[in-house]
């Protein structure tokens, strides 16, 4: 069945690399959405696209973070460089405008060391 | 702001138990409130949604309500079995379309 995928699942990096995380939607759904799961803050959304244009990266630290949709089937979210406390479960959901309901991927497991 | 907030943080409950799980919202403004279910090591997967007209949403043996004027959900449980074990979060779709997150329950049915 369709489903949302993610990855890499599980990704350990030292500070100051760049980390790139990748997430294929359901195919045919127009809306894209990053969210950011941490013990602290709980689920935070980072950036959503619709129809792979950015409406809303108010939610991502600019400076370091990027997310893009090079095409339908791929939205990449990107740190450079990385840091401690960007430790995290970053998920990936798409749905279909309009609808409210959104599909999570599985996730990537991320720790900055 | 909007704050979302679930209390208790976790509960614990022998198999068969009815059980009721809570969410609060500070601003009443809102469109929608969805419950999801989260598994260890997976992502959300949504229970029940509730539009803001509606007073409840059922599936099976989940009933979820909604009392806007108190800035308040349930999610009400029947029958729970060791499977219905997991992480339940609520959220609330506000005024500026955003999904606002609580911080989530976690429930352990012991069998």
């Known amino acids: 069945d369709a489903r949302v995928t993610q990855t890499p699942r599980d990704k350990v990096t030292e500070m100051g690399q760049e980390v790139t995380m990748r997430c294929q939607p359901i195919?045919?759904?127009?809306?894209v959405f990053w969210y950011r799961q941490t013990m602290m803050q709980g689920l935070e959304l980072l950036a959503y696209?619709?129809?792979?244009?950015?409406?809303?990266d108010s939610g991502m630290p600019k400076d370091r973070f990027s997310a893009e949709m090079p095409d339908a089937t791929l939205a990449t979210l990107k740190i450079q460089p990385s840091e401690p406390r960007d430790s995290a479960v970053y998920f990936c959901?798409?749905?279909?405008?309009?609808?409210?309901?959104?599909?999570f991927g599985p996730g990537t497991r991320l720790l900055v060391l | 702001k909007q704050e979302v907030t679930q209390i208790p943080a976790a509960l614990s409950v022998p198999e068969g138990e009815n059980l009721v799980l809570n969410c609060s919202f500070t601003?009443?403004?809102?469109?929608?409130l969805q419950w999801f279910r989260q598994d260890p090591g997976k992502g959300l997967t949504s229970l029940l949604l509730i539009q803001s007209s509606q007073r409840e949403q059922t599936s099976g043996r989940l009933n979820a309500s909604l009392d806007k004027s108190s800035g308040r959900s349930t999610l009400y449980i029947a029958a729970s079995q060791p499977g219905d074990s997991a992480t339940y979060l609520c959220a609330v779709k506000d005024s500026n379309y955003q999904l606002i997150w609580g911080a989530g329950t976690k429930l352990i049915i012991k069998p």
């Open positions: 601003d009443s403004a809102i469109y929608n």
């Open positions: 696209f619709r129809n792979r244009a950015p409406l809303d």
């Open positions: 959901a798409s749905g279909l405008r309009g609808s409210e309901t959104q599909y």
């Open positions: 195919l045919g759904h127009n809306t």
